[in-house]
Every structure is written in structure tokens, then in C-alpha cells.
Nanobody, 119 residues
Framework: QVQLVESGGGLVQAGGSLRLSCVVSGRTYDTYTMGWFRQAPGKERESVAT????????YYADSVKGRFTISRDNAKKTVYLHMNSLKPEDTSVYFC????????????WGQGTQVTVSS
């Protein structure tokens, strides 16, 4: 089993930046694809960014391309989401999740961290 703990959320003005962190504990960290997801009130959860276990493959939602960067430090068992040029529409609870090598879905989730972007 994998445990995920997010941090780094907060209140920021539009145009500002935040860095979210997700610390992973439990089973072998570097065999997992990691992802960041978000869910705003009344909306469905959406995938924001994912990164392969090696860090060589990344995915970004169109809405965050060019503004957000996902990265991971396997030695620290931590995955990051660097968020720049934040917009009010980025306001959401952000979740970290992991997917085992070969698995179809993200099976472990953190508790979430709130990001609020004021206009």
C-alpha cells in the first residue's frame, strides 16, 4: 500500500505561483506513475499532470500546458507540481495519486490540498 501526503496549497493572487509537494511512503516509490488531479466544487475531478516512474514521460492537461510543470525526486520520494501564471479558474482541491506499473488506474490518493487563486 502507498500513502500520499500533499502540501503547499494556499491563497495566491492571479499571476502568482505555488509549488505543491506530495511525499510518498509505503511500497517502492519509483515503480509508480504519479499524477496530480484537481476537483473544484460542483465539477468533476480532472487530470492535471502525470509523470512516469523515470520522469521521462509527462502529460499535461491543455488548460495548464506552459504554466504547470510536474517533476519528481525519487531519492526524496516526492513529486512536485510547479504552478506559474495562476488563474482564478485554477482554484480547486489538488490531489496527488499513484499508479502501479502496469495498472490501468490510479489506485492510491492523498487527502488533497486547497489552492485558491484570487482575481
Amino acid at each position: 500500500q502507498v500513502q500520499l501526503v500533499e502540501s503547499g496549497g494556499g491563497l495566491v493572487q492571479a499571476g502568482g505561483s505555488l509549488r505543491l509537494s506530495c511525499v510518498v511512503s509505503g511500497r517502492t516509490y519509483d515503480t509508480y506513475t504519479m499524477g496530480w488531479f484537481r476537483q473544484a466544487p460542483g465539477k468533476e475531478r480532472e487530470s492535471v499532470a502525470t509523470i512516469s516512474w523515470s520522469g521521462g514521460s509527462t502529460y499535461y492537461a491543455d488548460s495548464v500546458k506552459g504554466r504547470f510543470t510536474i517533476s519528481r525526486d525519487n531519492a526524496k520520494k516526492t513529486v512536485y507540481l510547479h504552478m506559474n501564471s495562476l488563474k482564478p479558474e485554477d482554484t480547486s482541491v489538488y490531489f496527488c495519486a499513484s499508479r502501479r506499473l502496469g495498472a490501468a488506474e490510479f489506485g492510491s490518493w492523498g487527502q488533497g490540498t486547497q489552492v485558491t487563486v484570487s482575481s
